[in-house]
């Protein structure tokens, strides 16, 4: 005889149909974590970064991304969308926070590299792939000095 349970609309389920539904319902809440519509998979925590997030401040002529002493020379900070590292001292740049892999946000910058929190990720400080599985560097994004802040350009 075969154990059987109650399953939907007063049918009976057997063992091996119950366990292969919960097996496909697993995989399909798994699939749907990596999916390229997620921006994070559910069971990724946030995390601080490693340096001190900018305020963004309003200033004539568009949003002040971050202050220049902010972004730490190697280094790099994340603001909002937009990565700024300064490779080498008054050299800034600027790329997407979106990770090229399946589309989540790197969330840290530190010892050199841009982090990716959901597949183990990373980028140079000039945006290009330290370690996959990203296929492609962050893409840039345009930002210009004004004084002392950095704005979107």
């Known amino acids: 005889m075969t154990d059987t349970f109650p399953g939907p609309g007063g049918f009976a389920v057997d063992r091996r149909t119950a366990l292969a539904a919960t097996a496909v319902a697993a995989t399909a809440l798994t699939v749907a974590g990596c999916s390229s519509t997620s921006s994070q998979p559910a069971s990724a925590a946030p995390t601080a ?3 001190k997030a900018p305020v963004p401040a309003k200033k004539q002529g568009g949003d002040a991304l971050a202050n220049t002493a902010d972004v730490p020379v190697g280094g790099g900070v994340i603001s909002g969308d937009t990565v700024i590292t300064q490779p080498t001292a ?3 740049q600027g ?3 979106t990770c090229t892999h399946l589309g989540c946000k790197v969330n840290e910058v530190t010892n050199g590299l841009i982090k990716c929190p959901c597949h183990g990720s990373s980028y140079h400080l000039d945006g290009t792939v330290a370690s996959g599985p990203a296929p492609r ?3 840039s994004k ?3 000095v004004d004084g002392d802040k950095i704005v979107s350009a």
């Open 90 to 92: 008054g050299s800034f």
């Open 95 to 97: 790329f997407s926070s």
């Open 137 to 139: 560097a962050l893409d």
């Open 142 to 144: 345009a930002i210009k």
């Open 49 to 51: 970064t490693s340096a």
